[in-house]
């Protein structure tokens, strides 16, 4: 092992948080930041590869160097294997571009330090709105914000509107405004003239010449380190070297299933199952991975005429209640390389599910991919809302037959998952994993900044939310939040 190196910040993970924190930190260039990426990096916004930066491409098909995998029981006899962005700029750089704001209800069950007009300059200041401007949003934020016009959208999208607007559904032209009432309406996207912005390309490739700021690529992290009971580094490998590295603090966003992992890899977590690992506790905190939530979703899959490539996978979404009704513009195979031919399809995600997850450790190799457990359709809410979900389409969508019946569980035949899990090491009260400013309990110095520290998931995509917290994060750990 090399001899340590200081900083006085460690941040761990280079996604669509990671990203933001470590530019935002880095801003104070008496205050030295190292950011760890596990993937790949790009020193400026001239290496990033095309297949990152084109949101007709979703680059996370089986020979894409830019995803990490694991496999998940969505159910105890339904198994995927999931992918999530290993890259600067996480699955923000990788994904079709969904950048909706959480609800200002969905902030009822966070702490009340974070009320929606808390967070509200938060979302504002990131993000510059082509469409709409006033006091709901930000015209100077790294982040373009920009919707598909009505005249350039998809065959499917246009019969999907058509469809929606005949079955009585309101227009709701800005889901982002806070007086967004549901009904059908585009999705705001971080795209702009087909190029899909994630955070590093946003922030920290902008910051990359401070001196201050120093990011290793290709460096895992295997551990935090402690004295007492204070972070004070993080132990990473990097080739075939492995490192320590010593820091004031550190903060954790490597993701809502590599962060609760690394935790436990490091001693804290359920302290019963770390010992079964063979880790050595050094803080019980019993949940650590566990009650996650994520937005399950089925789908039904059609067949049009006209299967061409639209400009991002998914343009508009009708809201019905907990429900997010998705129509997604094109066939994945035309956007995922490496897909076998498909068909487009309509999506129905549970926004307000009641199951709830859990991530155990398999080994306590760092390199070893966590078990990852969903328990979807485990309670009869839930299929009731996705069984309407599903009828409601067939009402919708009833002169476009679908391709084909399932066979058995109508449900458990088209399920999926939407890729948004959070809460795998929530804020919330004295029992949580976290404090209301996103410190893990029981341990100073030590943060976590990505969707594992939302209490629940939000009820539209976590991806504009995780950058508003990051962003507030970034002031709690400086201590300039007003």
């Known amino acids: ?48 590869p095309q297949d990152i930066l084109d949101a007709r491409i979703l680059p996370i098909g089986p020979q894409s160097a830019w995803v990490d995998t694991y496999r998940a029981e969505l159910t105890p006899s339904l198994t995927r294997t999931v992918a999530r962005g290993r890259v600067l700029g996480g699955s923000g750089a990788v994904n079709g571009g969904y950048f909706i704001r959480a609800r200002p209800s969905d902030f009822d069950a966070w702490p009340t330090s974070w009320s929606f007009d808390d967070v509200l300059p938060y979302y504002c200041k ?70 899909r912005t994630n955070a590093a390309v946003a922030y920290l490739l902008p910051a990359s010449s401070r001196a201050n700021l120093t990011v290793l690529d290709g460096a895992r992290a295997l551990a935090v380190t402690f004295d007492g009971m204070r972070a004070n580094g993080v132990t990473l490998a990097r080739g075939q070297s492995v490192e320590h590295l010593r820091a004031d603090r550190v903060i954790l966003c490597a993701g809502s299933v590599r962060t609760p ?22 803080l019980d905190h019993p949940r650590v991975g566990r009650g996650f939530s994520d937005h399950p979703e089925v789908g039904v899959y059609y067949e049009l005429s006209d299967p061409s490539v639209s400009r991002s996978p998914i343009e508009v979404v009708l809201h019905v209640d907990d429900l997010e009704i998705r129509p997604y513009s094109v066939p994945f195979d035309r956007m995922i390389p490496g897909l076998a031919i498909g068909d487009p399809m309509i999506g129905v995600g549970l926004m307000r599910p009641q199951s ?56 458990l035949g088209r399920l999926g998952t939407s890729l948004h899990l959070s809460g795998s090491c929530a804020m919330g009260d004295d029992g949580s994993v976290l404090d209301d400013s996103c ?24 991806h ?19």
């Open 1 to 48: 092992m090399s001899a340590a190196r200081a900083v006085d910040v460690i941040v761990v993970g280079g996604g669509s948080c990671g990203s933001v924190v470590a530019a935002r930190l880095s801003e104070d260039p008496s205050c030295s930041v190292m950011l760890l990426e596990a993937g790949s990096g790009f020193g400026s916004l001239g290496d990033v």
């Open 126 to 195: 990131l993000e510059n709105d082509m469409d709409f401007s006033g006091s709901f949003h930000g015209d100077a934020g790294p982040m373009p914000v920009s919707r598909v016009t009505e005249d350039s959208m998809s065959p499917l999208t246009e019969m999907f509107v058509d469809a929606a607007r005949r079955a009585g559904f309101a227009d709701d032209p800005d889901k982002n405004s806070p007086r967004s009432a549901g009904g059908i309406g585009p999705v705001p996207r971080n795209i702009f003239r087909g190029v």
């Open 439 to 462: 410190r893990v309990r029981g341990i100073d110095g030590l943060y976590v900044l990505d969707t594992s520290a939302f209490p629940v998931v939000p009820t539209r995509g976590p």
């Open 261 to 282: 992992q690394l935790l436990m890899l490091s001693g804290i977590g359920p302290a019963r199952h770390m010992v079964e690992k063979g880790i050595s506790v050094k």
């Open 356 to 411: 709830r997850g859990d991530i155990t450790l398999r080994t306590d190799d760092p390199a070893d991919t966590p078990l990852v457990r969903y328990r979807y359709l485990e309670t009869e809410s839930d299929r009731s809302a996705l069984s309407a979900g599903l009828g409601m389409i067939g009402d919708m969508m009833g002169g476009v037959a679908p391709l084909a019946t399932v066979v058995g569980d109508p449900l």
């Open 464 to 482: 504009a939310t995780a950058i508003m917290l990051a962003e507030r994060g970034a002031d709690l750990v400086r201590g300039t939040v007003a």
